[in-house]
């Protein structure tokens, strides 16, 4: 059996949701934030790495957003209400052992839904850690800017694209397999099919974020080459 990875939602990215059993955080070989130099990129590259998320009919006419010292800033602006953006470790959940991997870079591009909804979730955290707030710090300050109602629920429809054979989403699985993820509000997994038997279909719940997240592999990366890796073990 094919083990389940350690996935950033979109992401988140996302993010990062743990979705098999993972060394415990003080096992880690990145116990504290490296220097935030180590996060950058050269604007030029992390533009063409965000667009590798969705295939070009879609990632051609994306805003796209990079990482500055201060947080994610739009740097080239979209027509098609789409998104894409490279995504750090902090978007990890609490006890992730990537969650301070300099290493870590999720090419993800979200729909309109997600820009207006899960996207803001990603931009808040970046802008807490590159404040100087420790981890726990940040999931404190998500959480009561959750009960506040600062942070938008998510949208119905809400979904990205992650299909990019240059990302790395951990020191596990790498860039892993081209896939899509979907976000809902908390929601039981099994209502999709999650996880049964020839389902295709990868569920979680994200207590932290307060949201449920589903995943669908894909056979084909964003350039439209074949995952190779996903076919041979089909068969």
């Not at 934030?33 to 030029?44: D, G, K, R, T, W």
């Not at 992730?96 to 870590?104: S, V």
Request: aromatic share 8%; net charge neutral.
């Amino acid at each position: 059996m094919e083990k389940r990875p350690t996935i950033i939602p979109g992401g988140t990215l996302a993010f990062l949701i743990v979705l098999a059993a993972a060394p415990q955080a003080n096992n880690t070989p990145y116990p504290r934030m490296a220097p935030l130099e180590q996060y950058l990129m050269e604007e030029s590259a992390e533009i063409a790495l965000a667009r590798s998320a969705a295939p070009s009919s879609i990632s051609q006419d994306a805003a796209v957003m990079v990482l500055k010292k201060v947080g994610y800033k739009t740097v080239v602006p979209g027509k098609n209400g789409f998104v894409c953006m490279v995504q750090r470790s902090w978007t990890a959940g609490s006890d992730d052992p990537d969650f301070w991997n300099p290493k870590l870079r999720a090419p993800i591009c979200f729909n309109a839904p997600a820009a207006r909804s899960y996207l803001q979730l990603i931009i808040k955290k970046t802008e807490l850690i590159c404040g100087g707030r420790s981890k726990e710090q940040m999931f404190r300050a998500i959480s009561a800017a959750i009960d506040r109602k600062e942070l938008p629920h998510m949208e119905t429809g809400a979904m990205c694209y992650m299909m990019s054979k240059q990302g790395y989403l951990n020191d596990r699985d790498g860039h892993w397999h081209p896939h899509l993820m979907f976000f809902v509000e908390p929601t039981d997994p099994a209502a999709w099919g999650a996880g049964l038997a020839g389902s295709p279909i990868i569920g979680a719940e994200d207590s932290e974020d307060r949201l449920t997240i589903f995943m669908v592999p894909v056979r084909k990366w964003s350039d439209g080459t074949s995952d190779i890796q996903a076919s041979t073990a089909s068969h």
